[in-house]
């Protein structure tokens, strides 16, 4: 950002399309400021526009109209970037594909990082990486067919045996925490996806509550769950 001044009043948005891109500049706090100077011993009084004003070269195709409607946003990340001869990824639609992929990320993270289980030896905690989470369902199987004792490991431990009842609840717990994230993300997405201005995705983060708007019926079920103290 820069302070620059006009002889006449500039345009808050200048957009010209090249052919690698988009040259934009941007400007706001735009005023008319009285100066003065000294000429042959005369002051010299007159007005100037002055501003704050960011240059940027996009690399793809934004509209005026995009950027006006959704002026702070723009301003601000045009404002931060290193490298104003290259600046992308700002319009809605690939703010929206970094979003989604922030998201599923963050799911996947949290997911993988597993959960606590209370066993009759404690509370103990199990991964749920793509392979835990088919080895559970493998100790599903087992229990299905009968098997009152069944060897899996807590992480960083020994595999060892657990009872029918502490697997049956470590499955439960597990596909549960891994239904209910999975439900989460989808909600967070379809939030996402009703998204109309690019600045609006600030909102939305891992973490963040959901509005009822978007909270499908599982989900609701699932936090009335958790709220009521249930599985969760």
């Known amino acids: 950002m820069r302070r620059e001044s006009y002889l006449s009043q500039p345009s808050a948005v200048e957009v010209y399309p090249v052919f690698s891109g988009t040259d934009v500049i941007m400007r706001k706090n735009i005023e008319l400021v009285d100066k003065e100077d000294i000429q042959d011993g005369k002051k010299n009084k007159y007005?100037?526009?002055?501003?704050?004003?960011?240059?940027?070269?996009?690399?793809?195709?934004?509209?005026?109209?995009?950027?006006?409607?959704?002026?702070?946003?723009?301003?601000?990340?045009?404002?931060?970037?290193?490298?104003?001869?290259?600046?992308?990824?700002?319009?809605?639609?690939?703010a929206r594909k970094a979003k989604y992929q922030e998201i599923a990320s963050a799911c996947e993270q949290t997911i993988y990082a597993g959960v606590d289980v209370s066993t009759s030896s404690g509370v103990e905690h199990f991964s749920l990486t793509e392979k835990d989470q088919l080895n559970l369902f493998g100790k599903k199987m087992q229990l299905l067919a009968g098997e009152e004792k069944l060897e899996y490991h807590e992480d960083g431990h020994p595999c060892k045996y657990f009872s029918a009842e502490d697997m049956q609840n470590i499955v439960n717990k597990a596909m549960f925490y891994v239904s209910y994230y999975t439900t989460y993300c989808n909600a967070l997405n379809m939030w996402i996806k009703s998204v109309t201005k690019p600045g609006d995705l600030d909102q939305i983060h891992w973490g963040a509550k959901?509005?009822?708007e978007f909270q499908n019926e599982v989900l609701k079920d699932y936090m009335k769950t958790i709220a009521s103290g249930g599985i969760a």
């Open 47 to 94: 007005k100037v526009w002055e501003c704050e004003e960011v240059q940027f070269h996009y690399q793809g195709e934004v509209t005026q109209e995009e950027i006006e409607s959704d002026f702070d946003y723009w301003y601000a990340k045009a404002d931060e970037v290193p490298d104003p001869s290259s600046v992308e990824d700002l319009s809605l639609e690939d």
């Open 210 to 212: 959901v509005p009822e």
